[in-house]
């Protein structure tokens, strides 16, 4: 069924923040199953808010439909829309991230009876996970918090396994800050060094130090804050002219070890001590999270171990998710996924053989999770 499911929802063209009909397809299976649909919209965003209410505590799955762009479509192997079945791949834009993790544990839900849990189901989906994340599971978290609505427990289908299913949990993730830069200076024949002012020369002592900087250790869940240079251009094309001035972007994954704060100050104190005229803008759009470890993290963790046979390891590393929303209810978190190998890239794929594992690790933790809460 988990095949299946990831090809029906890959077939459908949801890129940000179009939803294609995905969260109808999920609605309607949730539906013969009991569940009470809801559908949130902000702005151009649709999200789905679904619950099969029982007794005892609540666990939300949480995932999103929306999707990159493909990129060049002739350099994909098959349609990035096909859901190709090569035999021991599923081929198609969103198989990994995330469609095929829905897939999953829609596939898992399907194996039990809803009504014989002792704890109750939800799921939160949106269509706005690989867009500005501002219309989708942020706000249905608000509006679910103005209910007074209890979240327990909630699994992410997210990517997160590095080689084999399970072998890597997330309980928390980075924080991640934008930093646009524009280093002012003087445009003029290069021939002139005195009547000119390049921001170009000015800027290498700058990212000299930028690039060199330790900005923390990190600690026992989390790898150190690092930053990336993605984008840098001055000049007008000439080799005799020099610029007027510079743009640099770049961005930093940062641990709960600095804040969004002190990076801001610390960078602005490198400008300022090379004397550097410039004008600069901060985007600070996630802050770190930490789900600490209790009951559900060991339920998933026994789960991995009884279906594969190993113990999964636990991290905070990987870019941004909807984690970091969530975890605003104070519920426990735990990020598990397919392979993040492929995702976003051309010919993005999963294993066959990986979606069901996954499956059969999903099923287990109702079933775990249902005994526990038995006792």
């Known amino acids: 069924m988990e095949i299946q499911i990831t090809q029906d929802l890959v077939r459908k063209e949801s890129i940000t923040p179009n939803d294609a009909g995905c969260l109808k397809y999920?609605?309607?299976?949730?539906?013969?199953?009991?569940?009470?649909?809801?559908?949130?919209?902000?702005?151009?965003?649709?999200?789905?808010?679904?619950?099969?209410?029982?007794?005892?505590?609540?666990?939300?799955?949480?995932?999103?439909?929306?999707?990159?762009?493909?990129?060049?479509?002739?350099?994909?192997?098959?349609?990035?829309?096909?859901g190709h079945d090569d035999g021991t791949y599923i081929i198609g834009r969103g198989t990994g991230d995330m469609k095929g993790g829905i897939a999953c544990f829609m596939s898992a839900l399907a194996r039990i009876n809803p009504d014989e849990l002792?704890?109750?189901?939800?799921?939160?989906?949106?269509?706005?996970?690989?867009?500005?994340?501002?219309?989708?599971?942020?706000?249905?978290?608000?509006?679910?918090?103005?209910?007074?609505?209890?979240?327990?427990?909630?699994?992410?289908?997210?990517p997160s396994t590095l080689e084999t299913v399970g072998d890597n949990i997330r309980i928390g993730r980075r924080g991640s800050i934008n930093i646009e830069l524009e280093v002012l200076g003087k445009q003029g024949h290069a021939a002139y060094p005195a009547r000119v002012d390049n921001p170009i020369h000015k800027v290498v002592?700058?990212?000299?130090?930028?690039?060199?900087?330790?900005?923390?250790?990190?600690?026992?869940?989390?790898?150190?804050?690092?930053?990336?240079?993605?984008?840098?251009?001055?000049?007008?094309?000439?080799?005799?002219?020099?610029?007027?001035?510079?743009?640099?972007?770049?961005?930093?994954?940062?641990?709960?070890?600095?804040?969004?704060?002190?990076?801001?100050?610390?960078?602005?104190?490198?400008?300022?001590?090379?004397?550097?005229?410039?004008?600069?803008?901060?985007?600070?759009?996630?802050?770190?999270?930490?789900?600490?470890?209790?009951?559900?993290?060991?339920?998933v963790q026994n789960s991995i171990s009884q279906i594969q046979g190993f113990n999964t390891g636990l991290s905070c590393s990987g870019g941004t998710s909807d984690g970091r929303f969530i975890a605003k209810t104070g519920c426990e978190i735990v990020e598990?996924?397919?392979?993040?190998?492929?995702?976003?890239?051309?010919?993005?794929?999963?294993?066959?053989?990986?979606?069901?594992?996954?499956?059969?690790?999903?099923h287990q933790i109702l079933l775990n999770l249902n005994e526990e809460t038995n006792n």
Not at 48 to 75: A, M, Q, Y
Request: net charge negative; hydrophobic share 35%; glycine share 8%.
């Open 26 to 82: 999920i609605e309607d299976f949730l539906s013969e199953r009991g569940f009470v649909n809801e559908t949130l919209t902000y702005g151009r965003v649709k999200n789905l808010w679904s619950i099969n209410r029982k007794k005892g505590p609540l666990l939300v799955f949480l995932g999103h439909v929306d999707v990159v762009p493909t990129g060049p479509v002739d350099e994909w192997e098959h349609p990035p829309f096909s």
């Open 118 to 158: 002792n704890f109750s189901l939800g799921f939160i989906i949106t269509s706005d996970e690989e867009g500005p994340s501002r219309d989708g599971t942020v706000k249905v978290v608000e509006e679910l918090l103005k209910r007074e609505e209890v979240i327990d427990y909630c699994l992410i289908g997210e």
């Open 205 to 299: 002592p700058f990212l000299d130090k930028l690039l060199s900087e330790v900005w923390d250790e990190g600690n026992e869940h989390f790898p150190p804050t690092s930053l990336q240079l993605t984008n840098i251009s001055a000049g007008v094309g000439a080799h005799n002219v020099t610029p007027n001035n510079l743009h640099l972007k770049f961005n930093l994954r940062f641990s709960p070890q600095i804040t969004g704060e002190e990076i801001q100050e610390k960078i602005k104190k490198f400008l300022e001590e090379r004397g550097i005229a410039h004008k600069i803008s901060f985007d600070l759009n996630a802050e770190p999270f930490y789900s600490n470890p209790g009951t559900f993290t060991n339920v």
């Open 336 to 362: 598990l996924g397919p392979k993040f190998e492929t995702i976003h890239k051309i010919n993005e794929k999963i294993e066959k053989e990986e979606l069901e594992r996954l499956t059969d690790i999903y």
